[in-house]
């Protein structure tokens, strides 16, 4: 195993990514905010279909890698015992797969749906149930899961069985770039687009998630929710992130 060292280009171009974004976010909230919703719904309306599609291709391709000669290849060495329990993997796939998301959005989700559904459908109608529950289903059931294997396995395989000695997006295409990926030109963009998507899904949950936990520290110790507050429970989950990184 190669010696862990920080790629000082990839860091610092991700980091000069995220402040341009993030500076006029700050400097003009509601502006931004009108810029984001619109960029969101041009994207949901014309590109949805695709990520639709993406998914049932997801399911399909998983099946038949699991299903198929190519599901019995181990992660590991030949006759290698598991490093953890069976019901260890289960603690630990729910603990990574249970987000902020999942507990604040998917709860209210339906009845989301259900107020204010799509396409022009009457609000509270039967159609507007089915409506709730068919998007539910998309969103938290199987579909979510098979979006996090399918990058787990293309990371995993090289990494445990090809011995590619370190743990990046980019380590997935070493059957095309080599061993060496993560220096190549495309290798480092897609290492940064990934960095970016996840800088992106967990500022987005922890946005999401710290005026749930601050509303309810406020209720239990009865004092008003403020902004002071929620800053306090970003700052705290953010040390806790990064305690567990390091």
Same mark, same amino acid.
């Given at each position: 195993?190669?010696?862990?060292?920080?790629?000082?280009?990839?860091?610092?171009?991700?980091?000069?990514?995220?402040?341009?974004?993030?500076?006029?976010?700050?400097?003009?909230?509601?502006?931004?905010?009108?810029?984001?919703? #619109?960029?969101?719904?041009?994207?949901?309306?014309?590109?949805?279909?695709?990520?639709?599609?993406?998914?049932?291709?997801?399911?399909?391709? #998983?099946?038949?890698?699991?299903?198929?000669?190519?599901?019995?290849?181990?992660?590991?060495?030949?006759?290698?015992?598991?490093?953890?329990?069976?019901?260890?993997?289960?603690?630990?796939?729910?603990?990574?797969?249970?987000?902020?998301?999942?507990?604040?959005?998917?709860?209210?989700?339906?009845?989301?749906?259900?107020?204010?559904?799509?396409?022009?459908?009457?609000?509270?109608?039967?159609?507007?149930?089915?409506?709730?529950?068919?998007?539910?289903?998309?969103?938290?059931?199987?579909?979510?899961?098979?979006?996090?294997?399918?990058?787990?396995?293309?990371?995993?395989?090289?990494?445990?069985?090809?011995?590619?000695?370190?743990?990046?997006?980019?380590?997935? #295409?070493?059957?095309?770039?080599?061993?060496?990926?993560?220096?190549?030109?495309?290798?480092?963009?897609?290492?940064?687009?990934?960095?970016?998507?996840?800088?992106?899904?967990?500022?987005?949950?922890?946005?999401?998630?710290?005026?749930?936990?601050?509303?309810?520290?406020?209720?239990?110790?009865?004092?008003?929710?403020?902004?002071?507050?929620?800053?306090?429970?970003?700052?705290?989950?953010?040390?806790?992130?990064?305690?567990?990184?390091?």
């Amino acid at each position: 195993m190669n010696e862990l060292k920080i790629d000082r280009i990839l860091f610092f171009t991700a980091a000069f990514l995220v402040f341009l974004v993030c500076l006029p976010m700050g400097l003009m909230p509601e502006r931004s905010g009108e810029v984001v919703s #619109l960029a969101y719904n041009w994207i949901a309306s014309n590109l949805g279909f695709l990520y639709q599609w993406f998914a049932v291709g997801t399911i399909v391709f #998983l099946l038949w890698l699991g299903l198929g000669r190519f599901g019995s290849i181990r992660l590991g060495e030949e006759g290698e015992s598991p490093e953890f329990s069976d019901f260890s993997w289960a603690g630990m796939l729910f603990c990574a797969g249970t987000g902020a998301s999942l507990l604040v959005w998917a709860g209210v989700e339906w009845a989301f749906y259900y107020d204010t559904p799509p396409y022009g459908v009457l609000p509270r109608s039967t159609e507007a149930i089915e409506w709730g529950s068919a998007y539910g289903l998309f969103h938290w059931g199987i579909i979510a899961w098979c979006f996090y294997a399918l990058p787990t396995v293309a990371i995993a395989y090289p990494f445990y069985v090809k011995k590619i000695p370190y743990l990046r997006a980019s380590t997935a #295409l070493h059957s095309l770039l080599g061993p060496n990926a993560r220096n190549s030109a495309l290798g480092r963009i897609v290492d940064l687009a990934c960095m970016i998507a996840l800088l992106g899904g967990a500022g987005s949950s922890l946005s999401m998630i710290a005026p749930t936990i601050a509303a309810t520290i406020a209720n239990l110790v009865s004092i008003d929710t403020s902004f002071v507050l929620e800053l306090i429970v970003i700052l705290v989950c953010i040390a806790l992130f990064s305690l567990s990184v390091y």
